[in-house]
């Protein structure tokens, strides 16, 4: 038996960021989209667990450093199961580039071994098991678009009507997300202590007005993380020049910028090199469903 999941990328509408809790992790307000860029997280039985990476994270460690690897040593023990499995995840998510590439993985990783070793457990159960790995993983199983709030693993799904055209701007090298956070605590602004999403950017949402939504998205970490990756900062000026509305994806350093469908990627792609030669484009669309068997 085989069982194969794919696991949607995540971009943040909006991203409202408070101040650092004892704990080294801030109490967040943010909108959340999945959208239709995958990995796919595939499952064998087999007497260990173990893991393998293809697509373009075929370098990356397959051991416990990896949230996949985490994710299934952390069911197995929740669970008691004593079987192990092969685990392959075949990666087309930016590495480091603030689109929860890794939370991704791990949430495949959930979804398909409970389907392997028959768990039969509830999207409750999932989600909690999810929030213990990391603060994206929740959202990355529940897909859709949604409210987070504390570290962003407390989620309401959200009213959203109508689809996002985007393209994501990403980056040879990636950003690391404590490091953009810590940026954030030095040199950014007096953070609340609990921060908000303007209820007028919900209404947009649910509204289906998409232009609002694209013009009032705003990403309290975006100045930090250009600051520390001068192509994502070109890329971002180029956008500005062109009047493309974006902002950058989560920590950075991807630009995500809407797009309405008559944008050509080509012509995009084009853009984007003259400013930054090694950048790449990708197209996608949001909202989509959290990690799903396929
Ligand atoms: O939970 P996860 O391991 O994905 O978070 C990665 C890092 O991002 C954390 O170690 C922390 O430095 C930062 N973070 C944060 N506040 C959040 C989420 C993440 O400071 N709400």
Redesign the pocket.
């Known amino acids: 038996m085989t069982v194969s999941v794919r696991a949607p990328a995540k971009v943040n509408l909006y991203l409202a960021v408070g101040a ?1 809790r004892p704990d ?3 109490p ?1 307000a943010t909108v959340f989209q999945a959208v239709d860029l995958y990995d796919t997280v595939t499952v064998r039985p087999a007497d260990e667990i173990t893991l393998q990476m293809g697509g373009i994270g075929a370098h990356l460690p397959t051991d416990y450093t990896n949230l996949a690897m985490r994710a299934a040593v952390h069911l197995a023990e929740f669970a008691d199961v004593e079987e192990g499995a092969d685990i392959f995840v075949e990666k087309r998510i930016p590495i480091a580039g603030g689109m929860a590439g890794g ?1 991704a993985d791990a949430a495949g990783t959930l979804v398909a071994l409970d389907r392997l070793w028959a768990l039969g457990l509830s999207q409750e159960q999932l989600l909690r098991i999810g929030a213990e790995l ?3 993983v929740p959202f990355c199983l529940m897909g859709g678009t949604a409210l987070g709030m504390n ?2 693993d407390e989620l309401t799904p959200l009213l959203s009507r109508g689809k996002y055209s985007w393209v994501f701007v990403t980056q040879e090298a990636g950003l690391s ?2 490091d953009v ?1 810590r940026r954030f605590d030095l040199e950014g602004p007096e953070a609340p202590e609990v921060p908000e999403v303007d209820t007028r950017f919900l209404a947009a949402l649910a509204q289906g007005d998409t232009e609002f939504v694209a013009r009032h998205a705003q990403n309290d970490l975006g100045e930090c993380a250009l600051a520390m990756h001068t192509d994502a900062r070109a890329i971002m000026d180029a956008c500005h020049r062109a009047s493309l509305p974006a902002i950058v994806s989560g920590s950075g350093p991807t630009i995500a910028v809407f797009v309405s469908q008559d944008e050509c990627l080509d012509s995009l792609t084009e853009l984007m090199q003259e400013a930054v030669p090694t950048a790449q484009c990708v197209a996608a669309r949001g909202p989509v469903p959290g990690a799903h068997v396929v």
């Open positions: 650092p080294g992790y801030h967040l939370s990391g603060a994206d570290r962003g997300t404590p956070f």
